[in-house]
């Protein structure tokens, strides 16, 4: 079974800096999809990036940009310039045919 | 495109009652669509797998008998809680597989909060 595992249950960054959430997974698969999703209060999910495993190189999205280590199994996201509109939880997800989430890390943006 | 609605949004029922939540596909037709729970501040949890025309497959721990699916269309899933108790009061969110780019995407619904009394 594959599992995902955010470390972070909080964490805080100035607005305008860089901040980066860490995520790992577990699988034996060597096919699969990783993601980044944003929930902010409305607790709609927002795709914020996705990474295919077959892709060697890191995905990015303007200020989101993953760090994809598929060796160590860990998949992080980079945010840069950070708004105080990122406030949110942020969920990392494995999808081979399901999705799997992590725990979740809340982010505040501080003005 | 690819927006997956929800309804209700919010429902409060008694304890006992059945509770039937609808996961629409608005503008493109999903084979399979997705359930899943959230308690407050936790992960989303998948509770089941929804197959248009077939019968859903479960998570372990979750009871089929309680959690009714059924994906009639190819654009339409419905979760019914039956004799609901404060126990299941959570956020259910459904979701959607969509083809986007050469892989499969799931698009979610905006969510329904249930509140059992």
């Known amino acids: 079974a594959q599992t995902v595992t955010q470390s972070q249950p909080e964490m805080s960054v100035q607005e305008a800096e860089t901040v980066t959430l860490s995520c790992t997974y577990d699988?034996?698969?060597?096919?699969?999809?990783l993601f980044w999703y944003k929930q902010p209060p409305s607790r709609q999910m927002i795709l914020v990036i996705r990474?295919?495993?077959?892709?060697?190189q890191n995905a990015t999205e303007n200020r989101f940009s993953v760090n994809f280590q598929k060796a160590a199994k860990s998949f992080s996201l980079k945010i840069s310039d950070s708004q105080l509109g990122d406030t949110a939880m942020y969920f990392c997800?494995?999808?081979?045919?399901?999705?799997?989430f992590g725990a979740g890390t809340r982010l505040t943006v501080k003005p | 495109g690819a927006v997956v609605s929800q309804h209700p949004s919010r429902v409060i029922c008694k304890s006992g009652t059945s509770v039937k939540i609808e996961c629409r596909s608005l503008?493109?037709?999903?084979?399979?669509m997705f359930w899943y729970r959230q308690f407050p501040k936790q992960s989303l949890m998948l509770m089941a797998t929804?197959?248009?025309?077939?019968?859903?497959?479960?998570e372990q721990g979750v009871e089929k008998d309680k959690f009714l699916i059924n994906h009639a269309s190819l654009t339409l899933s419905t979760l019914t809680v039956t004799s609901a108790h404060p126990e299941d009061s959570s956020f259910y969110i459904c979701?959607?597989?969509?083809?986007?780019?050469?892989?499969?995407?799931?698009?979610f619904g905006p969510g329904t909060r249930l509140t059992v009394l």
């Open positions: 979701s959607a597989d969509f083809r986007v780019l050469g892989y499969n995407e799931q698009f």
């Open positions: 699988t034996s698969e060597s096919n699969y999809y």
């Open positions: 990474q295919e495993a077959y892709k060697q």
């Open positions: 997800a494995f999808s081979n045919n399901d999705m799997r």
């Open positions: 503008d493109f037709q999903a084979t399979t």
């Open positions: 929804s197959n248009e025309g077939s019968k859903a497959t479960y």
